[in-house]
């Protein structure tokens, strides 16, 4: 991976969705699974398109930047708007109930989507929603054969709620 700034990864962000290519990124909190390589909060690039890896890193949550990082990614209304041809919440019920036991337990969570072709997905060509509660071993995960675009956005809507 190749450490770049924050405002270096908006930049590339930014370049690779007017382009066309084929990105994603994830933000790693200190102890989450995937986040091997540091003691921060970890913010990952990936540009698959090219097969290049970037990262940041920082004692701060990444809160504002990963909001516009989703803008950037599935458009600016994506956590207003419905995704009206997903019809997938009864599907991702198990990780939204998930979500509802860890709120009534004071559990801290965040989740993680993987992409078919994200270098952390363990099931390449599937998409792969994790889900970890901040206590061991309390990870889930639920694979869907197409991008599971409102599970995600419910998701989202619930983790911003939290903070
Ligand atoms: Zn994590
Ligand atoms: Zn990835």
């Known amino acids: 991976m190749q450490v770049i700034t924050a405002s270096q990864i908006r930049e590339k962000a930014r ?3 007017q382009e066309g290519r084929n990105w994603h990124f994830h933000i790693l909190y200190p102890g989450c699974v995937f ?3 540091s003691h921060q909060y970890a913010l990952v690039l990936e540009d698959r398109s090219s097969d290049q890896t970037y990262v940041t890193y920082s004692d701060k ?3 504002k930047i990963n909001q516009e990082l989703l803008n950037i990614y599935y458009g600016d209304n994506y956590l ?3 995704v009206s041809e997903y019809n997938q919440v009864n599907h991702a019920s198990k ?3 998930q979500v509802d036991v860890f709120r009534q337990n004071h559990i801290p969570w965040h989740h993680h989507m993987l992409f078919p072709d ?3 997905n363990q099931y390449p060509g599937k998409w792969n929603i994790v889900l970890e509660g901040d206590r061991p071993n309390l990870i889930f995960n639920e694979l869907f054969d197409e991008e599971p675009l409102e599970v995600l956005r419910q998701l989202e809507i619930r983790y911003l709620e939290r903070n």
């Open 15 to 17: 370049e690779l969705q």
């Open 80 to 82: 207003e708007n419905p």
């Open 61 to 63: 949550r990444f809160v």
């Open 118 to 120: 994200c270098i952390f």
């Open 35 to 37: 986040n091997t390589q």
């Open 95 to 97: 990780l939204l109930n």
